[in-house]
């Protein structure tokens, strides 16, 4: 009828936006899964490897590694290698794939980066267990980063297509992939299985990144799953042009303006390198040195606590955005450094009496560090331009990598050091 107001359009279901959440917490779980794993799974296979070799058989020595110092020259229980190194081989591919992303990843459609995730995490898990190497178990160490760094920067980036929540949800999700990575590795070889008949099992874990991302997220009607270019001529943005659905006649960015964003962007991305500097220091640096020879727990016992209550303060503040929202994340940073300070001073001057009294400050740390990671990429996406969010959110991923790196070679000086002290 003439003159009558167009009928309004059905209210939107809230059933994609569930699933798109589900789906984004499902993908960040996966997506860190084997790079957790591998951390602790790579020593337990190496060690198979040199049984083997010594003896012909395939059992595995209950504590590896070995606690001990074998020239008994230093008052700490040192091993012989740094922790740090496994970081390192776990990091660097990760580091490398974050800084050249720019430059060639928005030409790969997001459906062919996924699958090289899946392939990668798969391959990692396969290469590992039936490794016969030292190298075959470190190029599966590589798979599992390389995974872990090109989903990390297609998946954070991808949720600039999506409301703010995702970030959340996906957030969530990686400090999940500690917790539960740790606990199912260290539950399934405690039920005896072995190291090799755990790593098959967690196959499912790249089945499971396939079905939630193929089948459970619901994909923006801007953005064509495979295509390497849509009919319009827009090419897909990531690290490069603006969202279809946002407008911006699909024009790249140029150096200038990624040059400006970055500069914008260091007031975030200097105090999350400093937090992850300072937490993976810690971990890689410092908890092999704070041993308490007097607690019923072996070294290696109080190294998986320390790790596993790391992890819980990482899922905890990571799943916290919707109920707390720092805006201040420098102070995170000067708080873990504070955190990184005083552990330093306990591993140098032995004050501590009890492990007791530690494990609150390893739960605090993991909290700072979750924390710092949630609510920097939910600030660098409220505060980006909606055309240049996708390059933003991108960018923002190499700071956690760089500080880890930095902490991974800073632990080995830091190892020799201590271990060589009378």
């Known amino acids: 009828m003439d003159g009558a107001e167009p009928p309004l359009p059905p209210p939107p279901t809230r059933a994609p936006s569930w699933r798109n959440f589900a789906a984004f917490w499902l993908l960040g779980l996966c997506n860190n899964f084997a790079y957790v794993v591998m951390l602790s799974a790579a020593h337990d296979i190496l060690s198979q490897q040199r049984v083997l070799h010594t003896n012909g058989t395939s059992q595995i020595p209950p504590e590896w590694p070995p606690s001990g110092n074998s020239s008994n020259a230093s008052r700490y229980d040192c091993n012989p290698i740094s922790t740090g190194a496994v970081l390192l081989a776990d990091i660097l591919p990760t580091l490398v794939i974050k800084f050249s992303a720019p430059f060639y990843i928005h030409y790969l459609p997001y459906s062919l980066r996924v699958a090289l995730c899946i392939l990668c995490a798969g391959g990692s898990f396969l290469l590992v267990a039936f490794s016969t190497t030292v190298g075959m178990s470190i190029a599966g160490v590589v798979l599992a980063s390389i995974s872990s760094g090109l989903g990390e920067i297609s998946f954070l980036a991808l949720t600039a297509f999506y409301p703010s929540a995702a970030v959340s949800y996906w957030s969530s999700g990686t400090g999940g992939a500690g917790l539960l990575g740790a606990l199912s590795y260290l539950g399934l070889t405690l039920a005896g ?3 090799r008949h755990t790593l098959l099992l967690m196959l499912c874990v790249p089945l499971a990144m396939l079905l939630s991302y193929y089948f459970l997220l619901v ?4 953005l064509p799953r495979w295509s390497w270019r849509d009919d319009a001529g827009q090419q897909e943005p990531l690290l490069g042009g603006p969202p279809a659905e946002q407008g911006g006649g699909g024009t790249e960015l140029t150096l200038q303006t990624k040059g400006r964003i970055v500069k914008g962007l260091l007031k975030y991305l200097l105090p999350l390198v400093l937090v992850y500097f300072a937490e993976y220091f810690i971990n890689q640096g410092l908890f092999e040195l704070l041993y308490f020879r007097d607690a019923a727990l072996t ?18 503040s990571r799943s916290s955005l919707r109920c707390v929202r720092i ?3 420098w102070a995170l940073a000067l708080l873990q450094c504070l955190n990184m300070g005083f552990l330093l001073a306990a591993v140098n001057f032995m ?3 009890s492990i007791f009294l530690l494990f609150p ?7 700072l560090g979750g924390a710092s990671y949630v609510n920097t990429f939910h600030s660098i996406r409220l505060e980006s331009r909606p055309e240049e969010r996708e390059f933003a959110l991108g960018v923002g991923c190499v700071a956690d990598t760089l500080g880890i790196s930095l902490a991974g070679a800073a632990a080995f000086p830091t190892h020799n050091y201590f271990c060589h002290l009378p």
Do not use: I, T
Not at 219 to 222: A, K
Not at 361 to 367: A, D, F, M, P
């Open 361 to 367: 400050l390893v739960l605090y740390e993991g909290l």
């Open 299 to 316: 070294h290696a016992q109080q190294y998986r606590w320390y790790q596993m209550l790391y992890q819980a303060g990482v899922f905890v």
């Open 193 to 195: 299985l072995s190291p």
């Open 327 to 329: 805006r201040r994340v």
């Open 351 to 353: 004050f501590l009496p």
């Open 219 to 222: 994909p923006p009607s801007g």
